[in-house]
């Protein structure tokens, strides 16, 4: 054997070497992505009721919402029928009651300073009466 046998020996012993140190990491990294596509189909069949149960929820959301919306429409309407009530209750018995609490207001008033002018009256007759008595 001459030297250029043994440097081919030595360089295919190398390569040898070289091939068997990386498939070390290169079957790690099979390992690894084998259990990253398990866990990505695990992940896929766990996701499959999720979604469904979420479709279910959305689906009774909305017949809820329709639900609720026919009863804002029904809101709607009687509070529109309370409002027209309340107008025609206030243009009929509003404007008499107003004109009613006025006149009280007035009999009231005018009672008042009758009874206020009768007192007047009676303490000048009172005070006369005791000036006089006094006097004599």
Known sequence: MHAGAI??????????????????????????????????????????????GAQTTVANVNSQ???????TH??????????????????TVGTPLIKVAAFSYGVRSSLRKRQDSQAIAAARANRRA??????R
């Open 7 to 52: 440097a081919a020996l030595i360089a295919a012993g190398a390569f040898v070497l070289l091939v068997l140190l990386l498939a070390i990491p290169l079957l790690k990294l099979g390992r690894t992505l084998d259990e990253a596509t398990l866990a990505i189909r695990k992940t896929h069949e766990g996701a499959t009721p999720l979604l469904t």
């Open 65 to 71: 919402l329709e639900q609720m919306e026919g009863i």
């Open 74 to 91: 029904g809101v709607s309407s009687i509070t529109s029928n309370a409002a027209a009530l309340t107008a025609i209750v206030s243009s």
């Open 130 to 135: 005791s000036r006089r008595g006094g006097d």
